[in-house]
């Protein structure tokens, strides 16, 4: 079973840059897509960026795209959001999470239901 820790929000002018990470412990982190997700104050969760067990491909929220970067290191087992140029919408709880079922594919949903293993939260406040 995988547990995800993340890391890294805080309070951040618009324009500037936050990098969240995400530890995971378990020996099957490898095999899973890993993704980001985020919750602002009464609106649903959101997809913001995944990328897969193979390390090979990457997906983003439109909303993201340019500005955000997703990494993993499984040697760490560690998922990374670099997040550039924020703006005010950015701000919410972000969240890591691994999808359900192992190796996944390149046209896998990227619906919040479609993963598991929920992390605590960190806070992203970004000020205009």
């Known amino acids: 079973q995988v547990q995800l820790v993340e890391s890294g929000g805080g309070l951040v002018q618009a324009g500037g840059s936050l990098r969240l990470s995400c530890a995971a412990s378990g020996r099957t982190f490898g095999n899973y897509d890993m993704g980001w997700f985020r919750q602002a104050p009464g609106k649903e969760r959101e997809f913001v960026a995944s990328v897969s067990w193979s390390n090979i491909w990457t997906k983003y929220a439109d909303s993201v795209k340019g500005r955000f970067t997703i990494s993993r290191d499984d040697a760490k087992n560690t998922v990374s959001l670099q997040m550039n140029s924020l703006k005010p919408e950015d701000t919410a709880v972000y969240y890591c999470?691994?999808?359900?079922?192992?190796?996944?594919?390149?046209?896998?949903?990227?619906?919040?239901?479609?993963?598991?293993?929920w992390g605590q939260g960190t806070l992203v406040t970004v000020a205009s």
């Open positions: 999470a691994k999808r359900r079922k192992p190796w996944g594919r390149p046209n896998d949903s990227s619906d919040y239901n479609d993963f598991d293993s």
